[in-house]
């Protein structure tokens, strides 16, 4: 697969055959069918009330920032960065591995998604900002409710003593919060135009900026987690964390074990929504 043709379409049009993964797929237009309106309703209040408060954190943020605390800020930024990778990479993981859309509530509403992504990588292109980021604000949420608690109770001197936690709780949450927009930059980068010959850039300089410095997912990184049988780079936020991980065989080792302990095989239900 190129790493800019994630449904297989220039080999389409060389040997003539039907893209392999794509919305004509059989199983992702069940997938897709399966995005009820309670659903909706879930990922609309989710969004709405993670903005609020990124808003009202930023804000009490700004208020008690002062420059003698920037080093240790800048510190716990970071690792609230590296946080949100390795989460991104537990739950993506944990989701494409294991359990089944079949499972009640979890499986229609949140396993479903990641299915539907490797069947028809391209789908989260044509979803809107509520169907995309939806869950992933929903994860942030617990952090930022944290965040506000801390900001009403604590006294001043307290929040400045704090200001490293702060800060990585912060961070942490945007990052979590972003994910899947920064996967959906990942396939909005260069979209195939409707006669599926040329890819046309669709993105502003600056977020190519952030993706070619790694500062975001790269494209040409996250494609290869989409090579079948889908088993490594599960990390979507930064991506940082995936060679690492890789080469100390994190994903393969924990599976290994829950295969032994379970007797569940990994990757059962994405293998039969693929076969469809
Ligand atoms: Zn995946
Ligand atoms: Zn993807």
Redesign the pocket.
């Known amino acids: 697969m190129l790493e800019d043709d994630p449904n297989g379409n220039t080999e389409t049009i060389k040997s003539n055959v039907s893209p392999r993964w794509g919305p004509q797929h059989k199983g992702a237009q069940e997938l897709a069918n399966l995005y009820s309106p309670g659903k909706r309703a879930q990922e609309i209040i989710c969004v709405y009330t993670c903005i609020a408060l990124m808003v009202v954190n930023f804000v009490f943020i700004l208020r008690h920032f002062h420059l003698d605390r920037v080093s240790i800020a800048f510190l716990a930024a970071f690792c609230g960065i590296i946080t949100a990778d390795f989460g991104s990479g537990i739950v993506?993981w944990a989701?494409?591995t294991w359990g089944s859309v079949e499972l009640p509530i979890l499986g229609k509403n949140f396993l479903r998604p990641?299915r539907e992504?490797?069947i028809d990588p391209t789908s989260i292109t044509r979803h809107d900002f509520i169907e995309t980021n939806g869950d992933n604000f929903m994860v942030a949420i617990p952090i930022l409710g944290v965040l506000f608690y801390n900001f009403l109770t604590k006294t001043p001197e307290n929040i400045q003593q704090d200001f490293g936690w702060i800060s990585y709780l912060f961070l942490c949450s945007i990052f979590v919060a972003m994910t899947n927009q920064f996967i959906l930059m990942t396939y909005t980068s260069l979209l195939l135009d409707p006669q599926m010959v040329t890819y046309v850039c669709a993105l502003p300089k600056w977020v190519l900026f952030l993706q070619n410095s790694h500062i975001i997912l790269p494209r040409r990184h996250h494609r290869i987690?989409?090579v079948a049988p889908?088993e490594t780079y599960?990390c979507?936020t930064t991506g940082w964390l995936n060679w690492p991980l890789e080469k100390l065989k994190f994903w393969s080792s924990m599976e290994v074990a829950i295969e032994y302990l379970t007797g569940c095989k990994p990757r059962d239900d994405?293998l039969k929504w693929a076969k469809k």
């Open positions: 993506h989701a494409d990641f992504h490797h987690h989409h889908h599960f979507i994405d």
